[in-house]
């Protein structure tokens, strides 16, 4: 285990929207309020991270059919994840190391005081365990193999353009192994 | 805990004011005589910093009822922030981790203004030190630690001037400093102080020859024009 532990931070306020620190794979997202918006727009954050608590506060409304938004760590190519899923009305957290070929998902039940609020979604990512926490609740937690073992990124997305995904900050600690 | 601690200062006569390293949220921050002076300006570091020791040696007038002045730490949208704050004409050591939030009141002391003096604050686990040239003053021990990472802040909206001598950060246990920033786009923040007030009184009296006292002309206008965004 590592002795020595990362940490950072992105406000949209303080840091804007960049594509040195971002990549975007679908649309742009933009500032606007002091949040981070994406409207049908994906981002991937360049820091390549091994296991971290990761704190998303995030904007969205209620959900409704044709919602796509996603939010968590990610290796694109590979499609390795752990993520918040966001499809039509149903929220899911979801792990998998190879693309969903193996992978774990679980439903949450929505709650109504989260929606169009700036509400706090963790993951924390152990070895061999992922944890789910909304607004400081735990949710649910997967320990076995589906739970991703590389580094991965930080992004967020919403390929729907029904409304906006909107991101207010996102706190990363305890990062193990951290490079930019 | 780590085991490896990080330490960095700012020296304006060294580094100047670079936007690859700070953030001017408003107003103007610029290098003259040495420091760092900010006129109505409110800037953040990019540096990202969780706990550590971290002294800011400033120079500042004796507080006035208008001045609004904070040195220390903060994340911004988060709310958290640990910082010494001049407001009131008062002196005051605030902190709050984006939820709960304290504050303690301090005297200032004479010898304090218009003079470089070290206003410093140790972050540890579970306590912050808050020490002004080189005397403690106040501790907090509670829940409005923060336990996110921070930055180096300062914000002066005052008529009274504010500038940093230099900042030393040491002892840090975690250290990221984000990049890219230089084509970062933002959205144009437009604050109270920035909002634009015109405020003119004009009097005009004309004396015209040949004619009695009681023909004098007196004009009055007040005109005050705000835009708002």
């Not at chain 2, 907090?140 to 909206?157: E, G, H």
């Not at chain 2, 008529?159 to 940093?164: G, L, P």
Request: glycine share 6%; with cysteine; hydrophobic share 35%.
């Amino acid at each position: 285990m590592s002795n020595e532990y990362y940490n950072f931070y992105y406000d949209p306020v303080r840091q804007g929207y960049d594509s040195d620190t971002w990549s975007s794979t679908l649309g742009v997202p933009v500032i606007s309020n002091n949040y981070l918006i994406l409207n049908q727009a994906y981002a991937v954050h360049f820091a390549d991270l091994l296991r971290c608590e990761v704190v998303f506060s995030v904007n969205i409304e209620t959900p409704v059919n044709g919602m796509i938004k996603e939010f968590g760590l990610v290796s694109y190519n590979k499609n390795s994840y752990i993520k918040f899923n966001l499809t039509d009305d149903q929220l899911t957290v979801q792990t998998s190391p190879d693309g969903g070929n193996t992978e774990n998902l679980e439903t949450v039940v929505w709650n109504a005081d989260w929606s169009s609020s700036d509400i706090e979604f963790k993951i924390k990512w152990e070895a061999g365990k992922a944890t789910f926490y909304i607004n400081n609740e735990y949710k649910w937690s997967f320990s076995n193999a589906f739970v991703p073992n590389d580094p991965l990124s930080v992004f967020v997305s919403s390929e729907d353009a029904i409304n906006d995904l909107k991101i207010k900050y996102i706190d990363v600690t305890g990062i193990q192994s951290y490079n930019i | 805990m780590a085991n490896k601690f990080i330490s960095f200062k700012y020296d304006p006569t060294e580094e100047g004011y670079s936007s690859s390293m700070w953030r001017t949220l408003y107003g103007d921050a610029y290098v003259s005589n040495n420091s760092l002076v900010l006129e109505k300006s409110e800037i953040i570091h990019y540096g990202d910093i969780l706990r550590g020791d971290v002294s800011f040696t400033v120079t500042i007038e004796k507080p006035k009822i208008d001045d609004n002045i904070r040195i220390g730490l903060i994340q911004y949208s988060l709310g958290a922030y640990m910082y010494f704050k001049i407001d009131q004409g008062g002196l005051s050591i605030e902190t709050s981790d984006g939820i709960d939030s304290n504050s303690i009141s301090l005297d200032w002391q004479d010898e304090w203004s218009g003079v470089p003096v070290e206003f410093r604050i140790k972050w540890e686990t579970g306590l912050i030190t808050f020490y002004i040239g080189g005397q403690w003053k106040a501790y907090v021990s509670d829940s409005t630690i923060p336990t996110k990472p921070l930055s180096l802040y300062a914000f002066n909206d005052s008529v009274s001037e504010f500038a940093i001598n230099y900042i030393i950060a040491k002892s840090i246990q975690s250290y990221v400093v984000s990049t890219g920033n230089d084509n970062s786009e933002f959205e144009a923040i437009i604050t109270e102080s920035d909002k634009l007030n015109i405020t003119e009184d004009i009097t005009s009296v004309a004396s015209i020859p040949n004619k009695s006292l009681t023909d004098d002309t007196s004009i009055i206008e007040n005109v005050s024009v705000e835009i708002q965004p």
